[in-house]
């Protein structure tokens, strides 16, 4: 059976009650993660005001049922996926699937929850629809070969979180195997994303994750029109995988489909960066607290990374090492080091030390190179660290970041997390919000139960 067919009847086919129930609940946990960045960004980030004139002033917003989170008041369907997928993505804190190198959840809820609210449907149904979201995004990612999409320009969050928006949307708007499939024949056409972002550090990167929720969303109800799209999506001549990468493996896309759950290889972030700075933060902070180290007794940092890091987070060097806007710092390997040495954790409002001197000069000391040990490895997002500090040199290999399925955040954790972000905004309404969400399975309505 051809590929795309394959995942469109896989997409509209698999029952609810067929998913083992750590896989709703871990989407659940994931959801929950990604409305805490979303409700901070909608108030705080500074791309913010700017998205949301555009939405008003080309008349997106119009009047719907749909929950933005962290604004008081109801949006259209496409409006709320543009803004919940641009706002989740806005401060860099959401989660990623290590072996697709990508942020399944702020492409995929958004559309979702709009098609949920759209047609009424109950928080368990929502919760399967984002599951086979993630499902999507993350197998073609994995097919994609995320070092060559990366080599190609390509950001593989808005690329294949596009064909898993349409996906969960495509779902809960009822299509069948073969109106999923031409769904994915439109979002072949819409799939977009360019890491050419990280040369001023640039907004588009926030915004082109919204888009790939609007778009799957759109895609999904264009089919559920009738709507014609490419056959052959993903594998063709000119499709997705031929076109986007010079190295991807269709069968990674299918390996072990309905039985190996991907939803359950998805890891919260700890800190608002890049992943791929996360390994070394990690490694300077347990550094610290064995040794007592002040940031002014740091002489040196040199940290290893994948080569996808490299491009990221540690090239060119110089301009990494003067991060001044919030994307800069999302995406300095040295800013994050000056950050963990400076206030002993990286927090959102951590970013208060752009353009501080003293961040300044310890990440002026911090050299990133590409280490080869890393390399060829399941998991890109290790990190290897010498520090010098006081005359002496200590070395340390991360091999994977916290906060992946092995050292997922406990429900504590998470919740503190949500409240960190939240509660500055909501204040008391934080708790009622996470309650909310933590009901939701058993919603037989979800607009009704967000409203």
């Known amino acids: 059976m051809q590929l795309t067919r394959r995942l469109a009847d896989f997409a509209a086919g698999t029952p609810t009650d067929a998913l083992p129930p750590e896989v709703p609940a871990r989407a659940l946990a994931l959801m929950t993660d990604l409305v805490g960045s979303i409700i901070r960004a909608a108030n705080e980030a500074d791309s913010t005001p ?32 543009l803004l919940n997928g641009t706002f989740g993505h806005s401060l ?22 709009a098609a949920a609210e759209l047609t009424g449907a109950s928080g368990a149904d ?37 064909f898993g928006a349409v996906a969960a949307a495509g779902r809960l708007l009822g299509l069948d195997g073969a109106a999923m499939a031409s769904a994915f024949g439109v979002a072949a056409s819409q799939a977009s994303g360019s890491l050419q972002f990280l040369q001023n550090g640039a907004w588009n990167k926030r915004y082109q994750v919204g888009e790939a929720a609007m778009k799957g969303l759109m895609a999904a109800t264009l089919a559920q029109g009738g709507f014609i799209g490419s056959a052959e ?88 090492q003067r991060a001044r806007s919030v994307v800069e710092g999302q995406f300095s390997m040295p800013f994050a080091a000056a950050v963990a040495l400076l206030r002993g954790r990286f927090g959102w409002d951590d970013y208060d030390l752009l353009g501080n001197p003293q961040a300044e000069a310890i990440a002026a000391r911090v050299d990133v190179w590409n280490d080869p040990s890393l390399e060829g490895l399941r998991h890109p997002f290790g990190a290897t660290l010498e520090v010098t500090a006081g005359g002496s040199t200590h070395s340390l290999r991360i091999a994977d970041p916290s906060g992946e399925p092995e050292t997922f955040p406990t429900p504590g954790a998470c919740a503190a997390k949500f409240g960190a972000l939240a509660g500055p905004v909501l204040n008391a309404g934080a708790d009622d919000w996470l309650h909310r969400l933590a009901s939701l399975p058993g919603a037989a309505s979800v607009r009704d139960h967000l409203a």
């Open 50 to 81: 700017s998205v949301l004139a555009m939405v008003d002033r080309l008349g997106l917003a119009g009047d719907g049922p749909c929950t933005v989170f962290g604004l008081n008041r109801r949006y259209g369907a496409a409006a709320a996926a």
């Open 92 to 113: 860099d804190f959401d989660d990623t699937h290590s072996d697709s190198s990508l942020h399944p959840s702020a492409p995929v809820v958004p559309a979702a929850l």
């Open 126 to 162: 929502l919760l399967a629809a984002i599951v086979i979201g993630f499902e999507v995004c993350c197998r073609l990612g994995m097919a994609l070969d995320p070092t060559a999409h990366y080599a190609r320009g390509f950001h593989p969050t808005a690329t294949a979180g596009t």
């Open 233 to 320: 999506a993903l594998e063709g001549t000119h499709g997705f995988l031929r076109g986007y990468s010079d190295g991807a493996d269709p069968a990674r896309a299918i390996a072990g489909l309905g039985e190996v759950w991907e939803t359950l290889r998805i890891g919260v972030k700890p800190y608002p960066a890049c992943r791929y700075t996360h390994a070394a933060v990690d490694g300077l902070l347990d550094l610290q607290r064995q040794h007592g180290w002040r940031a002014e007794d740091v002489s040196a940092i040199r940290v290893g990374l994948h080569r996808n890091g490299i491009a990221l987070v540690g090239a060119p060097l110089a301009a990494k």
